[in-house]
């Protein structure tokens, strides 16, 4: 994967919900608690339109960097999302 966005050294690796908990708050109390509203960056598969509105409510945006998921994503196109 790409080296993080300058002045960005928070990477958010891993927010999941279970499906029942979607639409419940639950993510934005994950995501709140992880971060808050520091600067950080994460890695979106591309087509993951239901976590992409998300991030893009939450200040998150991509910056044009992208990359190929590794094996255990079936090598999946990654796009990466940077809050400043």
Avoid: C, I
């Avoid at 990477?11 to 419940?24: I, V």
């Avoid at 239901?50 to 945006?61: C, E, L, T």
């Amino acid at each position: 994967m790409a080296s993080p966005p300058a002045g960005t050294p928070r990477q958010l690796e891993k927010l999941y919900a279970r499906p029942q908990a979607l639409g419940t708050g639950v993510g934005q109390a994950l995501l709140d608690a992880a971060v808050g509203d520091d600067a950080a960056y994460l890695w979106l598969v591309d087509g993951n339109t239901r976590a992409a509105a998300f991030y893009r409510r939450n200040g998150f945006r991509p910056d044009g960097v992208e990359t190929t998921g590794g094996p255990s994503w079936f090598g999946r196109r990654m796009v990466r999302l940077h809050r400043v």
